[in-house]
């Protein structure tokens, strides 16, 4: 960053630091950036996840006959904005040792996103071997749909991931996710548990638990149940109020 930008920075965290009470954050991996500003070292901070409102799977049209997949096909989905962070090209790679294991997998990518950026990954994907197994797609509005037809929910983010909602929605739809170790998304799906967390520097070993999960029916099924779960227990959009009501010392009204 330019001299410039750090001069910035300090001035908006003197400003925010001196006009708020504290600081609430979606996570704890993004509580922990707050210890590199000094201004904001002691402040009081915390952390409440996000939530999401209960969700009913809305049934639609086939994924495979929308875009003439072959009836055999494992279906795979990454929602996220077309970003560098967001790990398109990670996930590249990942489609690529993937095939070579289970040739007729193919991936959805669906997000916001400028043309130039969605280009670049079109690119990059046009250069593979996985080219004619990646579908792109912009912003769909039938998440449940593509959600209820997809195997594997993936989240290849490589960096500044405070949360990692879609990783929530998966869950809550019974979807099993496979998702870097980047930022707050430990936190949201446990490893082993709910799907797979693994290193953003390790795309053989991503495919491995993507395959994994494609491969074994019991396994997919246990870790989306267990998906469910762990969203109803932890995620559901009444606790996260409820935490924030807690946080602001006014009682949660009974019922």
Do not use: W
């Not at 929530?168 to 797979?196: Q, S």
Request: aromatic residues 8%; positive net charge; glycine residues 6%.
């Amino acid at each position: 960053r330019s001299y410039i930008a750090k001069c910035k920075e300090k001035i908006i965290d003197f400003l925010v630091t001196h006009s708020s009470a504290g600081f609430v954050t979606v996570s704890a991996a993004c509580m922990a950036t707050m210890s590199s500003r000094p201004l904001l070292l002691n402040a009081p901070r915390a952390f409440i996840h996000n939530g999401l409102k209960p969700i009913e799977i809305a049934s639609g049209k086939s994924i495979l006959e929308e875009f003439l997949l072959p009836p055999d096909s494992h279906l795979i989905l990454m929602l996220a904005e077309y970003h560098p962070r967001k790990g398109h090209a990670l996930i590249i790679s990942v489609m690529q040792e993937l095939l070579l294991k289970i040739p007729n997998s193919y991936l959805i990518i669906c997000g916001d996103g400028d043309d130039s950026n969605i280009e670049k990954v079109r690119k990059l994907a046009d250069k593979s071997s996985a080219s004619k197994h990646i579908i792109f797609q912009k912003y769909r509005s039938d998440i449940g749909n593509l959600l209820a037809q997809s195997k594997v929910l993936v989240v290849p983010s490589i960096a500044h991931e405070s949360f990692g909602y879609s990783a929530l929605e998966a869950m809550a739809f019974g979807c099993p996710v496979v998702a870097t170790n980047v930022g707050g998304l430990p936190e949201v799906v446990e490893d082993g548990v709910t799907g797979f967390v693994v290193s953003s520097n390790d795309y053989q070993f991503f495919a491995k638990k993507i395959c994994l999960l494609l491969e074994d029916d019991l396994l997919r099924k246990k870790m989306a149940n267990a998906g469910k779960r762990r969203y109803k227990t932890l995620f559901q959009a009444k606790n996260m109020s409820d935490k924030y009501l807690k946080l602001m010392c006014i009682d949660a009204p009974a019922g």
